[in-house]
């Protein structure tokens, strides 16, 4: 049968090049395990789980029946000032795997969302402390932090923020922690964890009693994998923790598993303040994210407020969705019963051996991993970005799905992918970085 053809026209496309794109589309139609098909049935191995979100792989069934059945009970609930017993329910699931200490929980319903909910609660934090005055964050360059307005404040791509000056807040930013020596370490560079005196440097010029939060992501995911030095982010928590500083983890592409660990804090061994997550929180399957704060922290600004009014003016109508937290609830019941972390921590000197296996490929300039996510660097092209777009483009073509933010590929595999389809993966990185031209 043929298919109809499909009117693109009407669908502006989100961080694509829409006339590209309309010139040669590249479209999923079906997905199962670690596998996508085209739309004409062609296969193609999934080398991002999606965008990072699907961790326990595609078309898992029990996530499936538990939205089906959720969405016949209860379909919806405002959550201001109503709520329904699943969202409690999987708030106290996540304060099991959490970081000691964090077991607080606010949903959103996307990465960009808890960004944002989290700058807020840091400055209601501040400011239920008799701190009014810390309004200032601290970031990183070459961080990315979604893309609402505080998260492109926090962004350290030149290319997500510069278009956006005049809506962006009071942010200044440390530096990123890549230099040269590093190009090939696999896991965590021995050198660099100076640069977390960054932040006291901050704290000198602006003071730090103006300073709210230090956001950063443990390891820089959509950058292309920047791995911490060891030592950089303990540094970073003492000098946050001296000038009164809230430390945010941003754990939406590092957390459930993808470390190897349950999250980035545990396997690098700091507790932040706060944490985002997104993404793998539900596989991906529905649209869902969340702020774990300490328990003190939402009990000071619980206890600043007059008992008559809600302590935190925020709130989205979607905040935890009774369907995102059946398909939360039952991803996190897929990670435990199948071990899914341990399996990370297991597969990744595997995985982290296949990566390193494209270092002499001529258009590679350098590779980084840790866990189950690894940064391919390639060799720049006629302009920044053009060499990932071909080279994205070209692994599609021979069956492979892979990320690219300008010319790095963030290749991250569903934790459940077994050694055969990860060593077919990485033949396809092989045969297209090997070729000449491109
Ligand atoms: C570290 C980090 N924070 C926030 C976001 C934004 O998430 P979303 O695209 O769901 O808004 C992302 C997305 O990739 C991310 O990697």
Redesign the pocket.
Known sequence: MTQMPINMDHHWMPFTNNRLFHQEPQMFERAEGVRYWTPEGREVLDGSSG??TCAAGHGRKEIAEAVYKQLQKLDYTPHFQRAAPISFKLAEALSDILPEGLDRVFFG???????DSAIKICLAYHKAMGEPQRTRFVSRSW??????LG?TSLAGMVGNRRDFAGVTCDVVHMRHTWNEEQRFTTGQPEEGAHLAEDLEEICMTYGGETIAAVFV?PI???IGTIVPPLGYLQRLREIADKYGILLVF?????GFGRTGSAFAAQEFGVTPDVM?L??ALTNGAI?M?AVAVKTEIQQTVIGSISADRPELMHGYTYSAHPVACAAALATLGIYESEGLFDRAASLSPIFLDAVFSLRNLPHVTDLRGYGMMAGIQLTPGEAPGAKGSIVQRRLFDEGLHVKATGDALIFAPALTTSEEDLSMMVDILQTVLGRAEL
């Open positions: 965008l990072f319903s996307s990465g960009s969302e808890a960004v961080a990315y932090h979604g893309v609402n998260g992501e820089a995911g959509s941003d754990e939406v592409i590092t985002t997104a993404k649209p994210s």
